[in-house]
């Protein structure tokens, strides 16, 4: 008898999973949805301390069901052309929203050129999206990994059909977004609840956070370590021997990013023409552009390894040693901030140590981020 059973189940394995693409075809003028109600609730936005204000477009306001909606896209697969890959393949929110590799791995196995960046406070960066800046905002960013051939390698036009005739996504777009009829399922619908997810994904409680924004009382929050780590990210040469310049170009507001385009020196190159990834030289066509890349924020940087647009360091082991190395020079580089540091073992330890005060682990582990399928 256990054997029947045994031989049932294997069968069963066999049978491939349902593909969201199968099943009873929808009426060609769509499903009427009007009997679902609508009455979409406001978010209440929370700005942490010394965030700055965050421009939300006049139309696409936040609300709840929004939020809800993008967040079940954005770990849903039936936006890649064969249901493998969801945006949080590659942003996963275990590793602040990146993949933990080098290069990302799209359909079929497919490896990209850059590896994955956090979406950790990206509401609140206003000079474009990506490693290169091309993408303005959070709704024109969303609207490319699907046709991206090495990352979903899916049409919108599939995508919107897939979305039309899945009761969830008739329900929940209805109560978004006030649609009366499923054929009003679109990309930019899409991208827009997408966009409204990512907004809500802000991180403001690390320690840093704590000392700085927060007022914490405790005098002994920051070790010794972590204070000498803090005085050479800011180049305090009142109570440092060395300067690690890191504020020039990733900040010390809690936004932890100056939000602008450097070449920090990691290219052993001859002349700006050399970059094997020219980085923002491609979106705006100077070659003085060539080879910078953004400042990226380093909230969570103790989770996001590997490190650089092309993740060719393994730890902030490494990072550290390239800058207190001084880099490589071209002319682009700012020779003022990248230049060798003459850290000690010691220093390198601290800022290390003083790095890690970035790290916020309710942000990764808030309930209300994570994958709502499971
Ligand atoms: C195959 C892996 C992969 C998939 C799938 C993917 N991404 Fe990404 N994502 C990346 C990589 C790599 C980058 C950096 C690319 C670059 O700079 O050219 C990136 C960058 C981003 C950024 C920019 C963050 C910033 O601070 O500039 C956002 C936002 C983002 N992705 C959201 C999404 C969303 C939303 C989806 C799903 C619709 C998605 N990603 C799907 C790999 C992926
Ligand atoms: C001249 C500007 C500049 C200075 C100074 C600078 N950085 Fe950077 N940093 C960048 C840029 C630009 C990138 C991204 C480069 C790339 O990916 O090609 C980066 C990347 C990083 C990364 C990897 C981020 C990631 O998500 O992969 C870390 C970590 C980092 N910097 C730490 C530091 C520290 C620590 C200091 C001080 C010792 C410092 N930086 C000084 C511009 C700078």
Redesign the pocket.
């Known amino acids: 008898m256990k054997h029947y059973f045994l031989l049932f189940f294997v069968a069963m394995a066999l049978v491939p999973a349902c593909k969201d693409d199968d099943g009873p075809q929808p009426p060609a003028d769509g499903v009427d949805l009007t009997d679902i109600p609508y009455s979409p609730t406001a978010y209440q936005l929370e700005l942490p301390p010394g965030f700055p204000s965050m421009n939300i477009p006049a139309d696409n306001p936040l609300t709840e069901q929004g939020i809800d909606l993008g967040r079940h896209?954005?770990f849903d697969p039936i936006?890649?052309v064969d249901s493998t890959?969801?945006?949080?393949?590659?942003?996963d929110p275990k590793f602040s929203?990146?993949?933990g590799k080098a290069?990302?791995?799209?359909?079929d196995g497919?490896i990209?050129?850059?590896?994955?960046?956090?979406?950790?406070n990206?509401a609140f960066?206003e000079n474009?999206?990506?490693?290169?800046?091309?993408?303005a905002s959070?709704e024109d960013?969303?609207?490319?990994?699907?046709e991206?051939p090495?990352?979903?390698a899916e049409s919108w036009d599939n995508v919107e059909k897939k979305l039309r005739r899945h009761p969830l996504y008739q329900k929940k777009f209805r109560e978004a977004f006030g649609i009366k009829n499923s054929k009003e399922i679109t990309r930019d619908l899409a991208?827009k609840a997408?966009?409204q997810?990512?907004r809500i994904l802000i991180s403001a409680n690390s320690k840093f956070d704590k000392k700085f924004y927060q007022n914490d009382p405790d005098p002994f929050l920051f070790s010794d370590l972590e204070t000498d780590g803090y005085f050479i990210y800011f180049d305090d040469l009142s109570n440092s021997q060395v300067a690690g310049h890191c504020a020039h170009c990733h900040d010390g507001g809690p936004l932890l990013t100056s939000d602008d385009y450097f070449n920090n020196g990691i290219e052993d190159v001859a002349t700006l023409d050399d970059f094997p990834d020219p980085g923002r030289g491609a979106v705006t066509g100077k070659r003085s552009d060539n080879g910078k890349?953004?400042a990226?924020?380093l909230r969570n940087i103790a989770l996001t390894a590997p490190y650089m647009?092309d993740g060719r360091f393994q730890t902030l082991e490494e990072v550290v040693d390239h800058y207190n190395s001084g880099g490589h020079f071209v002319e682009n580089v700012n020779a003022q901030s990248i230049q060798p540091l003459h850290l000690s073992e010691y220093d390198k330890q601290a800022l290390i140590a003083f790095l890690n005060t970035f790290t916020d682990t309710n942000f990764v582990n808030n309930p209300l981020f994570q994958n709502p399928f499971e």
């Open positions: 896209l954005f936006l890649s890959i969801s945006c949080a393949s590659c942003h929203f990146t993949d290069f990302s791995t799209g359909v497919q990209g050129t850059r590896s994955s960046m956090a979406i950790i990206a960066f474009g999206l990506f490693w290169d800046g091309r993408a959070l960013q969303a609207l490319q990994p699907v991206n090495i990352e979903m991208a997408i966009a997810f990512e890349f953004r990226p924020t647009h």
